[in-house]
């Protein structure tokens, strides 16, 4: 017997020793297999849906967040948007892209024809969203589903919703277009156009409570219930019941009174540019404002006001001033329009270089002074 056969037989025997699986082991082998594949797989499945979730939503624009809003029907009003949760003043709340933008001067065609023709090469749910927003002023005695009553009906659906698209013209938001109106201090919420981001953004300005309806403003507010309501009647088609309209009579004589005189303060501060008040006077005039404002609960434009305020304190060449007034717009434009927002950028560099500002040393040298109601 040569020596590799004798291997060969060890070996065979060697094989034949080693304990073959049962039949249960070689089953729940399998099943392990295949439990491993289905974890596999399941992974798999829930990467590809995470990744079209997120894909979805930034392609429409809306935040990975807890939706903090829904649209409902509420008596007396139609539809309108009211508060799932709790927001926080500053908080954004949409970030929306028009379904289509035309421009502010239109000729050579109708506007009516124009916006039958942006409407025409939207998807049907695009189309669907803009006709099933309200509107106002409708011809009347117009026969249905003829040429010129889709005319005048396209025209009365956009002339009510359509708001600023910033340099690209006018635009419709069908999300932003259901917010419905407050005056005063009865407004909660305030939209703002990005232009490098052709998209408006819906920021908190002050904390909802939930169940509680967001409310931006129409039209500047700033004047007497009788003259709100006339323009709100003209343009809108409604009377308006916000709750500073609600006011008992008393009441209201005193808002209105708040209200007119933030108006006339505005326009004296306006006559800065035209030399007729210095800088201090302009500054003196924009500390009223802000607490006239304070004790009316108006808070919107603070942003924009305390960066007024930084105008003319870089024009004067008043550094310590300018520092100030950029914290405080800084602050509010951080609430208003939103932390990564340009203007509240700008005012950021500006509490650290006041000189960088466009317009320092415009003016004479003066010491116009600082903020002295901070909110």
């Known amino acids: 017997m040569t020596e590799n056969t004798t291997r060969k037989r060890k070996s065979d025997r060697s094989v034949r020793n080693i304990k073959q699986p049962s039949e249960k082991q070689r089953i729940l082998a399998k099943k392990s297999v295949r439990d491993h594949f289905a974890i596999i797989a399941v992974a798999l499945i829930a990467t590809l849906l995470a990744y079209v979730y997120r894909t979805y939503f930034a392609i429409q624009d809306i935040p990975l967040v807890r939706e903090a809003f829904e649209v409902r029907n509420l008596l007396g009003k139609g539809k309108g948007i009211v508060a799932l949760r709790n927001i926080q003043r500053g908080e954004l709340l949409l970030k929306e892209k028009p379904l289509?933008?035309?421009?502010?001067?239109?000729?050579?065609?109708?506007?009516?024809?124009?916006?039958?023709?942006?409407?025409?090469?939207?998807?049907?749910?695009?189309?669907?969203?803009?006709?099933?927003?309200?509107?106002?002023?409708?011809?009347?005695?117009?026969?249905?589903?003829?040429?010129?009553?889709?005319?005048?009906?396209?025209?009365?659906?956009?002339?009510?919703?359509?708001?600023?698209?910033?340099?690209?013209?006018?635009?419709?938001?069908?999300?932003?277009?259901?917010?419905?109106?407050?005056?005063?201090?009865?407004?909660?919420?305030?939209?703002?156009?990005?232009?490098?981001?052709?998209?408006i953004v819906v920021h908190a300005l002050k904390d909802i409570k939930q169940g509680q309806e967001l409310l931006t403003t129409y039209t500047d507010?700033?004047?007497?219930?009788?003259?709100?309501?006339?323009?709100?009647?003209?343009?809108?088609?409604?009377?308006?019941?916000?709750?500073?309209?609600?006011?008992?009579?008393?009441?209201?004589?005193?808002?209105?009174?708040?209200?007119?005189?933030?108006?006339?303060?505005?326009?004296?501060?306006?006559?800065?540019?035209?030399?007729?008040?210095?800088?201090?006077?302009?500054?003196?005039?924009?500390?009223?404002?802000?607490?006239?404002?304070?004790?009316?609960?108006?808070?919107?434009?603070?942003?924009?006001?305390?960066?007024?305020?930084?105008?003319?304190?870089?024009?004067?060449?008043d550094g310590d001033a300018v520092r100030a007034w950029a914290q405080l717009s800084h602050q509010w434009y951080s609430l208003e329009l939103g932390l990564d927002s340009e203007q509240a950028q700008a005012m950021a560099g500006l509490r650290q270089h006041p000189e960088q500002h466009g317009r320092w040393g415009a003016h004479r040298p003066e010491l116009v002074g600082g903020p002295i109601l901070v909110q």
């Open 100 to 199: 289509f933008v035309v421009p502010s001067a239109i000729s050579h065609t109708s506007p009516g024809a124009l916006i039958l023709s942006s409407l025409a090469r939207l998807t049907h749910s695009q189309r669907q969203s803009f006709y099933n927003l309200s509107y106002v002023h409708l011809p009347e005695n117009l026969e249905p589903d003829t040429p010129q009553y889709n005319d005048e009906l396209a025209l009365a659906i956009f002339q009510t919703n359509a708001v600023s698209a910033g340099s690209d013209g006018v635009g419709i938001f069908p999300r932003m277009a259901r917010l419905n109106h407050g005056c005063s201090k009865a407004f909660n919420v305030v939209y703002s156009w990005r232009e490098n981001e052709r998209a």
């Open 221 to 317: 507010t700033k004047r007497p219930r009788s003259e709100r309501r006339q323009l709100l009647e003209a343009h809108y088609g409604f009377t308006c019941q916000c709750s500073v309209c609600s006011l008992l009579e008393a009441e209201s004589r005193k808002s209105d009174e708040r209200l007119s005189k933030m108006a006339t303060l505005y326009s004296q501060f306006k006559s800065w540019a035209e030399g007729a008040i210095t800088g201090r006077e302009a500054i003196d005039i924009v500390n009223k404002i802000w607490q006239v404002g304070e004790e009316e609960g108006y808070h919107s434009e603070r942003g924009q006001l305390a960066a007024d305020a930084v105008y003319i304190a870089a024009s004067h060449s």
